[in-house]
């Protein structure tokens, strides 16, 4: 039998089904770019499942604990109890004020609980799927991931009809379903890394990375258009949307430009690498001579840039998810020109913060393209995300308009460089130089990045859960340090890049004056 380390040498692409049936339709192969346009599509669609499934439990929370430590706070709903409420048995929701056991005094602790065992499993099995990911067919794999969230995501749903009001099956589904979503982000980036060159690709990724926001914002609306008819269906509906779209990933997904047999166009074959090292070899190689083999762990985490990014990214998620997982509920429990909202208008609402991060992601990626500096801009975004949110807490009271405003600016600012962090960067540093064109690993170094993010994105929640029983006021100063922190972590790159640019233009200036005086000279 085969070692792990020798699978890559073994694995045998074939064309997925999808794209022999479209060469069948066409009465021929597809272009390099119709490949494209099919990888950006179907991961597109992929990734906005994964967080449509994820952002369900934000939207059920206030259902599940509409319990408010604000004096005079209403729902309108009722629970109903067959029994007495000691023995915590024979309950009936009918669009009640809670489900137990998240409906008692420390509900938001246990609400906290499940998020952070959901993403302290996602983040230890993105470490595992991105070095399986690396030596396994990307499909596949995705594939499987894509079913098994769907399965778990259902069957937190299931606890409404079958009753169940044990906390510790709703926390092994929730952890058993995080280790199926770290199956997603090291494999569409990975994918994605392959098909597309370092040109424009903080563009293209920026606008590629609305998936994000667009499976929040898909996941709110579906989740709050279905709680009024029971929260169960709100995790049923989005599992099993995962499970159809994760069929539609092992029929059409081609992995990379060889498993297609397709050529790679000259644009694609990559830019000249730029940071110093005088080369000019294809950011991903394409040479068939070039034997690729994927890289270890510890060799991935030495590739310089990956640690401070990854660090950064755990302050950055550490803020994103917690807007994540209790934007809705901090809405809901903050009376907004006086008034209190529904957790359904709550939710809705909420996605005016996803809006917000598909700007800022696109805004990152662009900036950073055009500057050619992501530290630069990864930085700067989150320095600027430290005043929105102080404005937010601040002054999101005074009226609706007022509250969307500003948090439309704190998605774009929170959201902006998580997203390049997540993208671009992790694709070009699981390129570098240091590689020598081995594009083999791309899913290891991204689910290093996005993993240590992601135990941030676990600590967040947690801490929020805890500390905004006290004072919101103390969550939202948690978030403005860790956003200083994350810009603090790319101190050395982003002097780095100012360096750079610096010596560029001195470089270009020296350059005109020389062709000045030649031209004086009449040389």
């Known amino acids: 039998m085969a070692s792990l380390s020798e699978l890559p040498a073994l694995r045998n692409y074939s064309k997925p089904f999808g794209i022999r049936f479209l060469e069948y339709i066409k009465k021929g192969k597809l272009s390099y770019k119709t490949h ?16 449509a499934t994820r952002k369900t439990t934000s939207i059920v929370k206030s259902a599940l604990d509409p319990q408010s430590p604000d004096v005079g706070l209403k729902f309108p709903w009722r629970m109903t109890y067959l029994s007495s409420p000691a023995e915590k048995k024979g309950f009936s929701w009918v669009l009640g004020d809670g489900w137990a056991p998240f409906n008692g005094s420390d509900g938001s602790a246990l609400l906290g609980e499940l998020d952070v065992a959901f993403l302290s499993v996602y983040a230890l ?30 069957l937190f749903g299931v606890g409404y009809w079958a009753k169940i009001h044990s906390f510790y099956y709703f926390l092994i589904v929730q952890m058993i379903a995080g280790l199926f979503q770290s199956t997603g ?11 597309f060159g370092k040109k424009k ?10 998936h994000t926001s667009v499976g929040n914002i898909a996941g709110s609306l579906i989740a709050s258009a279905l709680l009024s008819y029971g929260w169960g269906w709100s995790f049923v509906v989005p599992g099993l949307l995962i499970a159809f779209v994760g069929l539609l990933v092992f029929l059409f997904l081609p992995v990379s430009p060889e498993s297609v047999g397709a050529d790679k166009e000259e644009d694609e074959v990559g830019s000249p690498r730029k940071i110093g090292e005088g080369v000019t070899e294809p950011l991903l190689g394409s040479d068939a001579e070039i034997k690729e083999t994927a890289v270890g762990f510890i060799e991935a985490w030495k590739i310089p840039g990956v640690a401070p990014f990854a660090f950064c990214l755990f302050f950055a998620k550490l803020v994103a998810y917690t807007f994540l997982y209790w934007l ?13 909202l529904s957790s359904e208008t709550a939710g809705n609402l909420s996605t005016f913060f996803d809006i917000g991060g598909v700007l800022g992601g696109i805004l990152a990626g662009h900036i950073s393209d055009r500057l050619d500096a992501r530290a630069i801009t990864a930085a700067t975004f989150m320095y600027c995300a430290i005043p929105a ?59 290093i990045i996005d993993g240590t993010g992601s135990v941030g994105a676990a600590i967040g929640p947690l801490l929020t859960g805890y500390i905004s029983a006290k004072s919101w006021s103390a969550v939202f100063m948690m978030l403005m340090g ?11 790159l982003l002097v780095a890049e100012v360096v750079a640019r610096i010596s560029e233009s001195r470089s270009q200036a020296g350059g005109s004056q020389l062709t000045s005086q030649d031209e004086e000279l009449g040389v």
Not at 37 to 45: E, G, N, P, Y
Not at 201 to 210: H, K, T, V
Not at 390 to 411: D, E, P, Q
């Open 482 to 492: 860790a956003a200083l922190v994350a810009g603090l972590l790319l101190t050395r």
């Open 328 to 340: 809705p509920y901090y809405i809901s429990h903050t009376a907004i020109e006086g008034k209190y």
């Open 389 to 447: 949110l102080y404005f937010y807490r601040t002054y999101g009271h005074i009226s609706l308009v007022m509250n969307i405003a500003l948090m439309f600016i704190c998605g774009m600012f929170v959201n902006g460089p998580y997203a390049l962090i997540t993208t671009a960067v992790s694709a070009d540093l699981g390129t570098h130089s240091s590689l020598r064109g081995n594009s083999k690993a791309l899913a290891t170094v991204t689910a």
């Open 125 to 154: 099995g993105m470490y595992f799927s991105g070095h399986l990911g690396d030596r396994m067919n990307l499909r596949v794999f995705l594939t499987v991931g894509m079913v098994g969230t769907g399965l778990f995501t259902s």
């Open 185 to 195: 982000w090291p494999s569409v980036v990975a994918v994605v890394g392959n098909w």
């Open 201 to 210: 690709r903080g563009l293209i990724m920026g606008i590629w990375n609305a």
């Open 36 to 51: 494209q346009a099919i990888v950006l599509i179907v991961t597109f669609l992929a990734y906005t499942c994964y967080h």
